[in-house]
């Protein structure tokens, strides 16, 4: 038995997640005091320090005694006794946000005791909710949702990542890649990969693929997909611990053993 009311937990970050979106479209019309991180492609503007924070007091007003991991580090506790850690993304995408682009979205993943329960993944330029919980299913805009299973890499819209941002990694992968590209229906690269995750449930995407990725990235987009029948590892096949950074094959149940071979070999 969980010690914890889940359908609470639920509403109140779906709540949460909905005013973080709808934050970020009034946000947007500010000067958004861009800044760079690790590189000149790596953007952090005042909106994503800003919900991160609003998330966090949120949550915290809430339930005093969970721990948060989000991208800006916002959350300065231990939580390496935390029962119940949150792992939060404020703006996945913020590329795409700065360019008025569209296609970013809230990231929000609520896991208890090591139990991934909760993954919420919000775009709110289509008012679009994806909602994973454990035991419950997924669920899009309310409406129960399974993936479709579909056999064919030849049929597939990959989405990937791997061209850009590390380029050791560019080096390693862009021979498989340029395979996929040749045996797949096409592959895309859209900046947002919470919300990539999210459309392979519902099929506008057939798989997604990222070298390296963090936590607050992945997390609530892992349990969506999961919860709707989708597979989620690391690019050998591995089991993905959700607080820990990696590469990401997310995928249709159907081409997963033919996707991981292509990369693999
Ligand atoms: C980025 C996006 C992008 C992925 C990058 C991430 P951010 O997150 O998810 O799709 O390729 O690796 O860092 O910085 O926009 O939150
Ligand atoms: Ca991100
Ligand atoms: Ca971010």
């Given at each position: 038995?969980?010690?914890?009311?889940v359908?609470?937990?639920g509403?109140?970050a779906?709540?949460l997640?909905?005013e973080?979106?709808?934050l970020s479209i009034?946000?947007r019309?500010k000067?958004?005091?861009?800044q760079?991180?690790r590189s000149?492609?790596d953007l952090?503007?005042?909106?994503?320090?800003?919900?991160?924070?609003?998330?966090?007091?949120?949550?915290l007003?809430?339930?005093?005694?969970h721990g948060v991991i989000?991208e800006e580090g916002?959350?300065k506790?231990?939580?390496s006794?935390t029962?119940?850690?949150w792992?939060?993304?404020?703006?996945?995408g913020?590329?795409n946000?700065?360019h008025d682009?569209g296609?970013?979205?809230?990231?929000i993943?609520?896991?208890?005791?090591?139990i991934?329960l909760i993954?919420?993944?919000?775009d709110?330029i289509h008012?679009e909710?994806?909602?994973g919980?454990?035991?419950?299913g997924?669920?899009y805009n309310?409406?129960?949702?399974e993936?479709?299973s579909?056999?064919?890499?030849?049929?597939?819209l990959?989405g990937v990542?791997?061209?850009?941002?590390n380029?050791?990694t560019k080096?390693q992968m862009?021979?498989?890649?340029?395979?996929?590209a040749?045996d797949?229906?096409g592959?895309r690269?859209?900046?947002?990969?919470?919300?990539?995750?999210?459309?392979v449930?519902?099929?506008?995407?057939?798989a997604?693929?990222?070298?390296?990725?963090q936590?607050?990235?992945?997390?609530?987009g892992?349990?969506?997909?999961?919860q709707a029948?989708?597979?989620?590892?690391?690019?050998g096949?591995?089991?993905?611990?959700?607080?820990?950074?990696g590469?990401?094959?997310?995928?249709n149940?159907?081409?997963?053993?033919?996707?991981l071979?292509i990369?693999?070999?």
């Amino acid at each position: 038995m969980l010690n914890i009311n889940v359908n609470e937990l639920g509403s109140f970050a779906t709540k949460l997640a909905k005013e973080a979106g709808r934050l970020s479209i009034v946000l947007r019309e500010k000067p958004l005091e861009l800044q760079t991180k690790r590189s000149a492609s790596d953007l952090v503007t005042f909106v994503d320090k800003y919900i991160e924070e609003y998330l966090i007091n949120e949550i915290l007003k809430k339930y005093p005694d969970h721990g948060v991991i989000g991208e800006e580090g916002t959350f300065k506790k231990d939580i390496s006794n935390t029962e119940t850690v949150w792992i939060i993304d404020p703006i996945d995408g913020t590329t795409n946000f700065v360019h008025d682009r569209g296609h970013y979205a809230i990231s929000i993943a609520i896991v208890h005791k090591d139990i991934e329960l909760i993954g919420i993944v919000y775009d709110p330029i289509h008012d679009e909710l994806f909602y994973g919980e454990k035991d419950k299913g997924a669920f899009y805009n309310d409406k129960k949702i399974e993936i479709t299973s579909k056999s064919s890499i030849q049929e597939s819209l990959i989405g990937v990542i791997m061209f850009w941002d590390n380029p050791k990694t560019k080096e390693q992968m862009d021979s498989r890649i340029i395979k996929l590209a040749r045996d797949s229906r096409g592959l895309r690269i859209n900046g947002c990969a919470s919300l990539d995750i999210c459309h392979v449930a519902l099929g506008r995407l057939d798989a997604y693929i990222s070298a390296i990725l963090q936590p607050w990235d992945f997390a609530g987009g892992k349990i969506f997909l999961e919860q709707a029948g989708g597979l989620v590892t690391h690019i050998g096949g591995d089991k993905i611990n959700i607080k820990s950074q990696g590469s990401i094959v997310a995928c249709n149940p159907g081409i997963q053993k033919k996707l991981l071979s292509i990369l693999e070999n």
